[in-house]
């Protein structure tokens, strides 16, 4: 990875799709390829509307926020997930604020 800054947020986000809850997935229509869109690249290349990002289209229009999706980073494991938001603020229902006590980031 290249050098880089972890920062700490306050999220207050809701509703939330858990893309690891069977339940979630089923009651919204999720399948695995959709969460795995290993061909997203070639697909928009293409013109086309990549199956992840129609899947986001979904649950925008479900009103989600966001969702939590496993990581596909190089290095991740099963357990390690993102939470994708769609818009945030500071204000709910995509609140996101910047932990700076020590006031090193401003």
Known sequence: MQPLTLCAYEVDAEP???SRDEAER???GVTDSELLCEAWESEMLEGAVASSQALADRLIAAGQVGMLVRSFARGAGPDDFNLVLWRWGSEPPGRVVL????????
């Not at 932990?99 to 401003?106: C, N, Q, T, W």
């Open 99 to 106: 932990i700076d006590d020590e006031g090193r980031l401003s």
């Open 16 to 18: 939330v799709f858990d």
């Open 26 to 28: 089923t009651a919204f």
